[in-house]
């Protein structure tokens, strides 16, 4: 069975933990997550895009000039789609971008994209009993050791319980490194837990995720 580290707060490991029986040799369904994916981009998206068509342009009332015997085309109106100022043809219009998916196939995808995590090694836990970090530069060497968190550090995603004890002081911490996102446990999604190199939890947050996905809350 696998196992995964717990760290401390010097970043020294204080444990190794077995890895849930549910990520276990989990099948990844990739076009299942795809599909979550895509339903998160595209339900983040506001949809407030509007253009103006030509009944809705002010103006353009009066005929520009007569029908005939001017030797120019007719016109009927300044704010036709052809002039400066007119209407526009086909334009966007707010609307929903929502896309749905079945509760069996969100949870599916959140499950797989967590199993890609463990399986591959990429997940740390850390304890955080016993651990005041304020400073920025304390999160930083805690996560990183010497190096500051910049462009070079792989990006980490640190998840958190925000009624746990330092969690408030924790996350502003972490919050002004550029590698670095935090989120709460609650608001943890399939983009984000495949959109970084490294997935720190701390042992709350672990122990909540993994009540989530066996349906225990």
């Known amino acids: 069975m696998s196992k995964m580290k717990v760290v401390g707060a010097n970043g020294a490991v204080l444990r190794e933990e077995a890895i849930p029986q549910i990520f276990e040799g989990k099948r990844v369904k990739t076009h299942t997550v795809y599909r979550a994916v895509f339903r998160e981009s595209a339900n983040a998206r506001a949809g407030t895009a509007s253009t103006l068509r030509r009944d809705e342009v002010s103006g353009g009332g009066r005929k520009p000039w007569k029908q005939k015997g001017t030797g120019r085309a007719r016109q009927g109106s300044t704010r036709s789609p052809q002039w400066r ?3 526009v043809v086909f334009g966007p219009k707010p609307r929903s971008f929502a896309v749905s998916l079945n509760k069996k196939e969100r949870r599916g995808a959140f499950v797989a994209a967590l199993a890609d995590r463990y399986g591959n090694d990429f997940v740390t836990l850390l304890d955080l009993s016993g651990i005041s970090i304020t400073k920025t530069a304390e999160f930083a060497a805690l996560l990183f050791g010497g190096r500051r968190g910049g462009d070079d550090a792989p990006s980490t995603l640190v998840v958190y319980v925000p009624a746990e004890e330092g969690a408030t002081s924790f996350a502003r911490a972490g919050r002004n490194l550029r590698s670095v996102t935090l989120v709460p ?11 970084h190199n490294r997935l720190v939890l701390t042992t ?8 989530r996905v066996e349906g225990r809350r």
């Open 204 to 211: 709350m947050a672990h122990e909540a995720l993994t009540a």
């Open 185 to 195: 446990v609650d608001a943890l999604d399939v983009t984000s837990l495949l959109g």
């Open 85 to 87: 100022h007119g209407g």
